[in-house]
């Protein structure tokens, strides 16, 4: 299983939030590309980073940030948070990333994910952050009447790279991944799906691993010194 630590934009410093709210945050660095520098030479081979400045506000937020956080990384980064319309996607794309992250877009502009998706293989991702099995949108803060795997499906159809899930219930809380649920939806579509949210220890890595779930993210349990680098990669090896 593919590991991609995270790194969490807000207001410029690299944060954690408890259930997607940003009143909940930790800072973890004022300076985010001095964590990129600590992931790397802790041996990362890829990058999950999100401007909740841009989630928040449907606008792209920290373009400067990005741009130096994609220089001081040596391995690919994924980026996504506000990113909304083509424009901004090529824009993040231009700016040093190797794939984007779209969410609410996917819901509300389906033609032109799936239009982005065609013109950049490889480089597209759809986030599917879901509620109680429907899909949360504008940040978090919307649940829209999409189901989670409907989502997905489409996504696989236009061609996306991969699937981003988050359960959002668990996303932050160290309450453990919904191990069930993204197995299921990893078994029903034909591209990765990297789970995101609820990791808190070695064993939910395990768990992932060991149900099939291609790859995962993982956040606040690195930063709180729960387990190293080296030693997530070897329980996602299980």
């Known amino acids: ?10 207001g410029g410093q690299a944060v954690r939030l408890r259930e997607g709210r940003r009143d909940q945050a930790t800072v973890y660095r004022a300076r985010p590309e001095e964590l990129v520098a600590e992931l790397v030479v802790a041996g990362v081979e890829r990058l999950h980073v999100v401007v909740l400045d841009g989630a928040f506000a449907g606008a792209r ?52 994910v799936e239009a982005l998706c065609r013109e950049l293989p490889g480089r597209v991702v759809v ?16 649940t829209s009447t999409v189901s989670a795997r409907e989502l997905a499906e489409r996504a696989a159809a236009w061609g996306a ?11 932050g809380t160290g309450a453990g991944p919904n191990v069930a649920a993204t197995a299921a939806l990893a ?9 995101s949210g609820g990791v808190h220890a070695l064993d939910d890595l395990r768990a992932l691993a060991a149900a099939g779930v291609p790859a995962c993210v993982v956040g606040r ?13 070897e329980a996602a090896r299980c």
């Open 1 to 10: 299983m593919k590991l991609y630590p995270a790194i969490d934009l807000l």
């Open 161 to 171: 790279a991969a699937i981003l899930y988050t359960d959002v219930a668990r996303d």
């Open 61 to 112: 937020a920290h373009g400067d940030v990005i741009a130096r956080l994609c220089a001081a990384a040596p391995v690919p980064v994924q980026v996504g948070g506000g990113i909304r319309d083509a424009a901004t996607a090529r824009a993040v794309l231009a700016a040093g990333a190797g794939r984007v992250v779209l969410g609410t877009a996917a819901v509300k502009q389906p033609a032109m």
């Open 221 to 233: 349990a690195l930063y709180d010194g729960r387990f190293t680098v080296a030693e997530a990669v």
């Open 127 to 142: 986030a599917v952050d879901a509620k109680d099995g429907l899909v949360a949108v504008e940040g978090w803060v919307e």
């Open 187 to 195: 078994a029903a579509v034909p591209i990765e799906v990297i789970a």
